[in-house]
């Protein structure tokens, strides 16, 4: 169940790495309960975000709070760490381990660490024990990794791409690993990733950064609702009009047909009607097309 | 019986599982008094987020389609309405939308349009 | 288990350093042997010029120091080769950590886990110190054990005295190496600013006598008059622990 209550927040977060700006003002607030997808292209500042949060990295201006603790409280920030569960985007884990090895030396830090989903899913994963980190391949290790995520017991997983290299059939494994876990346990999943396709498919939120700043964030079925287009077909050639509803993204003008893609349907509404064509027809866009427009208009 | 919704279609993954509910009942998939299957279950078999599978039986049971009993479980409600009347309602549906719309074109305004489906009604 | 991960980083060094010094030493002990039959030679040969200062009398000084074991062992095992080989080892115990993990890429999970950096950082300095301790006290005991096999004989208490001495300056050497990791991610540039430093100790050793770090590591006062440095291990330990601290510090503020 989806609460009031923020699993992550951050409030107008930057942060320079020396003459780099790599957030400029980032704004999230994921409900616990929730599972959030954080979309964005290469270099928009996803990994970055994520290491704020986790104290990986200090912020240059701005708040962040993970489960309502602030992260740049180093004492405050690792204790709260026992609660998280996280995967980075290169999965890395002790080369000189074993799998066995790797369990073991994780499984003390967390109290609340789930031996029996660690049978689960030691099983499920298929994973080989007794062989090392630096021997397995990349999607053997993002299993190891979740694996190492999932048992703690953990009120929120952050997962930086969790499912980059590993194939379809491995892909869903993981998914519905993730899903599986949200059902049964009061927990929230926080997210990133390239396969714009999963987040539509398991995410009931969804925020989008771009250039180190949020484009857009909120529930996905707000957003599916609320971000149409809306095709006008008018008896003569289609009029050349300023729109003054607020959110319109974009307009298109092809002879009687004119295309009207906006991020807030309501107010459009009236509008539309108020310039009398003879057809109004308004279709969804799908999650993808959210995305290319709401990071292309940043260009 | 459930089968994976499509969440590129545009439509509301929640209102696709609705829909396909709706479905097993009217083909007789689901019979009244019926369990259905509890929403981890579902959310970890079609691979969607628990939450939606939530709030679409949350619509159902709002519908009375299904009846949400605390502690038991989601069971087709035994007043379910047949698949003609869902159907029949949802053509309606889509029929006064259509019929809306094409007025609003013309330029007649929504408080017009009321008064005139309730002096129709008011006729009857 | 923290400590679990830091001995498995660094047992490959610890071991290599604690057989390697402790075979210099023992070797140190059998190398007496051939002296002991080179020198009534180099007497019959040379007239050895008067002790006192200038090279010359240096080398007067050594070869005199050197005639009977104690003496001997002292200058080839603590005055030279557990000390330069020593201040070696110590260094390299003191590098990696999280910064040479970063590189590797596995710092992000460590950072993940619910404890302080400056507890890593802890952990990782009391094993690399008890390594450093470990790796002074050891060898020089080799000597009163191999002593006797030559028809010598060489006191416990020195060698702990010695090894005491070799610790500190060598708890100083790792202090320093694992203040420039938190620096320098690789393994090169905390290795080789350390040991621009040590160069420099050594220099400033020549020019101001009273700065002899390496006299300290050498137990010399100790070999000539009985005392132990105590001076010089009050000093080497308050160096220590502010490279220590500042060490905590730089880490705390390092963003990965």
Redesign the interface.
Known sequence: MVSDRLAIETVDLWKRYGDVEALRGVDLQVPAGSICGFLGRNGAGKTTTIKVLLGMARATRGEARLLGQPAGDAAANADIRRRVGFVSDEKDLYDYMTVREMIAFTRPFFPRWRADLEQTYRQKFELPLDREIKDLSRGTRTKVALLLALCRGADLLILDEPTAGLDPAMAEDVLQALVGHVAGEEMTVFFSSHQIAEVDQIADHVAIIDAGRTVLAGPLDDLRERYQRVQLVFAGDAPTVTLLSPGVVRVNRQGRVLTILTRDRDPLMAEVRSLAPVSIDWSPVTLKDIFLESVRTED | MLFRPNPASGVPIYLQLMEQVKHAIATGALRPGEQLPGIRKVAEELVINPNTVAKSYRELEHEGVIELRQGAGAFVSEKAPSKRAAEKFRAAQTDVAATIEKLRAGGVADEDIRRLFEAELGRR | ?LW??AW??TRWRFISALVILTLMAGGNVYDYLATQRLLPMLNSTITPPAQGPGLAGVIAEAIEIQKDFRGFIWFQAFKQNLTQMGVLFAVLLGCGGLLSEAK???A??T???????K?LLGVRTATGLAQCFAIAMIPPLIIPVLAPAIGQQFSVIDSLAHGLCLFFVGALFFSLASFLSTMFGDIWRPLLVAFFIACGAAILQVVVPELGLFRVMSGESYFRTGTLPWMGFVTTAVLASALLYSAAETL??R??
Request: hydrophobic letters at 35%; zero cysteines; charged letters at 30%.
């Open positions: 288990m679990q991960k498995l980083e590797k890429g596995s992000l999970f950072l993940s886990l619910p404890i302080t950096r507890q705390e503020r963003d990965f």
